[in-house]
């Protein structure tokens, strides 16, 4: 295991030293510094198990450090150094989430077992972490990202399922993976080593559905020089994934139920049925049970492809998610295009955080290759995201919308006059100011 990593921030160089020297000691690696936003700085590259940083510090406090960290690095803890006068300041900083305090001068003695207690509890939650992602990896696809408890019971009812041979509808927004999942179905079925086939049943007449999944025979029509085998035929002993089934024609409806069904396979132009086994996967976009409801899809062809169903979540809702992917695709075309990129920029992060993805991880996925492909510094910016992420960066520069603190007073010194008659002694009392400031601030706003 890698030793711990400790960051000690302290206007004081001595104290700093005498730290880093004391617990170098202990194994442990130290870095020292003497203000917050160079430790934050170095934080965002080099993150530290333990920070040990003085309440009272030049420019941010170490309350503001604290907060940082709470938020960038919850799996890190903070014990905060104080003098005798601020205990009390101490001590809410451990309400606000700080592991302990310790006081000036500082004992090392008292700080090694502190500092121990404090790295047991962040070994705690590493082998906790590292347990979590080992059960849900025993679950979850090795082709499919994700940690959020939506994909969790995703990958458990994967796992339930894959084994059944059981026909299967999987319903999601465009985008969001559907047969990324059906791909899983079928490899961790026994059927893995049989053939996966696919098929998009959106935009397609019905006679070139029926071609395509069915086949002809030589002669069936005008240019069929050639027995032609269907992609039910190609997937005999294996899985059919047919995405978009939402669009399928209501006459083609017909002849999968018969399908599904008699599982028998009579081409187009042919006089003799042909048994098939098959594994039936379906996705659509829309919920399939509306649509039965608003009849524009058979009750009798869902109820046989419906005996499980699965609900992939928009990406917008699984928010959590977000970065292992943001992390998976930087790494695949950083190396497909073999371009030596550092990372990624916080703004560029913060924009992505924000943004809804209305095509879900398809769409993420063709922004981080954009971005990648585009990128000539060490860093992706916001000048390597698509126009319309670049304009919603824009928009996070403008300023919102709202009065300024001035303005604030002024209406209120206002109302307050207004309500007491323009009497500046009740008015004053009212606004808990002496008088004579009120008369400076009624000058400066041009209330006289």
């Not at 304009?391 to 520069?397: A, K, T």
């Not at 206002?414 to 400031?437: F, N, S």
Request: proline letters at 5%; hydrophobic letters at 40%; charged letters at 30%.
């Amino acid at each position: 295991m890698d030793r711990f990593r400790i960051a000690v921030i302290d206007d004081e160089p001595i104290v700093g030293r005498e730290i880093k020297r004391g617990l170098a000691r202990e194994g442990y690696v130290v870095d020292t510094f003497l203000d917050a936003e160079t430790a934050i700085a170095r934080l965002a590259r080099q993150p530290a198990d333990l920070i040990l940083c003085d309440l009272r510090l030049p420019g941010q406090s170490g309350l503001d450090v604290l907060a940082h960290v709470r938020v960038r690095y919850p799996n890190s803890e903070v014990i905060i150094i104080t003098a005798h006068s601020t205990v009390d300041s101490a001590i809410e900083a451990i309400q606000a989430g700080a592991f302990h305090y310790i006081l000036k001068p500082v004992k090392m003695t008292e700080l090694r077992v502190l500092v121990r207690r404090a790295l047991d509890k962040v070994q705690l939650v590493r082998e906790k972490e590292a347990l979590k992602e080992a059960l849900f990896s025993q679950c979850r696809p090795s082709d499919m990202i994700g940690n959020s408890a939506a994909m969790r019971r995703v990958f458990a009812m994967i796992e339930k399922v894959a084994p059944l041979d059981c026909n299967v509808i999987i319903q999601g927004e465009s985008g969001t993976g559907k047969e990324v999942v059906a791909k899983a179905l079928h490899q961790r079925s026994h059927r893995r080593e049989q053939p996966f086939v696919s098929f998009n049943c959106g935009g397609f007449t019905e006679e070139l559905i029926a071609n395509e999944l069915f086949g002809h025979e030589k002669g069936a029509f005008t240019g069929a020089a050639e027995t032609k085998i269907g992609l039910l035929e190609a997937a005999h002993k294996g899985t059919l994934f047919l995405d978009e089934i939402d669009q399928m024609p209501p006459s083609m409806q017909v002849k999968l139920l018969r399908f599904a069904e008699e599982r028998t396979v009579l081409r187009v132009g042919g006089i003799k049925p042909l048994a098939v086994d098959v594994r039936l996967i379906a996705a659509g976009n829309q919920d399939l049970k509306e649509l039965v409801k608003a009849q524009t899809f058979r009750e009798d062809l869902f109820y046989r492809l419906n005996v499980v169903r699965i609900v992939l979540p928009p990406l917008r809702d699984r928010k959590d998610d977000l970065p292992l992917f943001i992390r998976h695709f930087f790494k695949k075309y950083s190396r497909a295009f073999e371009k030596k990129i550092d990372g990624i920029s916080e703004e560029v992060l913060e924009i992505l955080g924000e943004y809804p993805f209305p095509g879900n991880v398809r769409e993420l996925e063709n922004i981080i290759e954009r971005a990648v492909a585009l990128c000539d510094g060490v860093k992706i910016t916001v000048r390597d995201l698509p126009s319309d992420l670049r304009e919603l960066s824009m928009s996070h520069l403008q300023p919102p919308n709202l009065p300024t603190l001035e303005e604030l007073e002024k209406k209120h010194i206002q109302d307050v006059l207004v309500k007491t008659g323009h009497k500046k002694q009740l008015a004053a009392a009212v606004l808990a100011i002496p008088r004579t400031t009120l008369w400076r601030k009624m000058k400066r706003y041009g209330l006289d």
